[in-house]
């Protein structure tokens, strides 16, 4: 089992919804990432939080906000989506970014479709 | 821009045979690196990793990898492959960018043992 919890597993949504996707870490890490997977292919990084803080947009379309209300949560909100949107959304987190040595430790995602 | 390629994207073996997949990167600093795994149906987790010091690692589940510097290399090898073992496989390198190190992953192996 992994020790990044995320929520719902499975969200379908229409493109005039608004829905949120959560994720959740115990291990005190201070970086906590948000990941696109699409079928077959690599995760494609979206987002970094550092120390609660914003600290890397992968220049992602203003549609998918996320918000780290605390060292253990990342929200990611969902508004307005596209049908090209579906995919693997994949939380992480690590000890840091400050140093190039740090692992990633993944959750099991949410299957997103959109309508 | 930093990047890894992976060489091979659909592997067949069947069960005892050995096993070696290629992983080249292109970043020339101090590399940290790393393989995933994600078994059918679950999350990313790690396989092993490479900081300093001895260039073969060991990981778990009977994986290793060498880091060959000269060759921009990071080769997954298991001298016996199990069906248990069929699974995607991602090289990846911690990079630097603005906002701090963020993980760059191969497009990723597709791994399926025959019993």
């Known amino acids: 089992d992994t020790e990044v919890t995320q929520t719902p597993k499975h969200l379908v949504m229409g493109m005039t919804n608004k829905k949120s996707l959560k994720c959740e870490q115990h291990?005190?890490?201070?970086?906590m990432y948000w990941y696109k997977q699409k079928a077959k292919k690599p995760p494609e990084l979206m987002f970094v939080?550092?120390?609660?803080?914003?600290?890397i947009n992968e220049s992602v379309p203003s549609r998918f906000s996320p918000e780290c209300p605390n060292s253990s949560l990342l929200n990611l909100h969902l508004h307005a989506l596209q049908p090209e949107d579906s995919a693997l959304y994949l939380c992480?987190?690590?000890?840091?970014?400050?140093?190039?040595?740090?692992?990633?430790?993944f959750g099991d995602g949410t299957r997103l479709s959109i309508l | 821009a930093q990047s890894v390629s992976q060489h091979n994207h659909h592997v067949i073996l069947s069960e005892a045979a050995s096993l070696e997949l290629g992983c080249n990167y292109s970043?020339?600093?101090?590399?940290?690196l790393f393989w995933y795994v994600q078994y059918p149906g679950q999350h990313l987790q790690l396989l092993l990793k490479?900081?300093?010091?001895?260039?073969l690692v060991k990981g778990i589940k009977g994986f290793e990898a060498e880091f060959i510097k000269s060759k921009f290399s990071f080769n997954l090898r298991k001298p016996s492959v199990q069906w248990s073992d069929t699974a995607e496989y991602f090289c990846?390198?911690?990079?630097?960018?603005?906002?701090?190190?963020?993980?760059?992953f191969g497009a990723g192996t597709r791994l399926f043992v025959k019993a």
């Open positions: 970043y020339g600093g101090t590399v940290n």
């Open positions: 992480a987190s690590s000890q840091g970014t400050e140093n190039s040595n740090q692992p990633q430790h």
């Open positions: 939080y550092s120390y609660e803080k914003l600290s």
């Open positions: 291990m005190g890490h201070r970086a």
């Open positions: 990846a390198v911690n990079a630097p960018g603005t906002g701090g190190f963020k993980t760059i």
């Open positions: 490479y900081f300093s010091g001895d260039p």
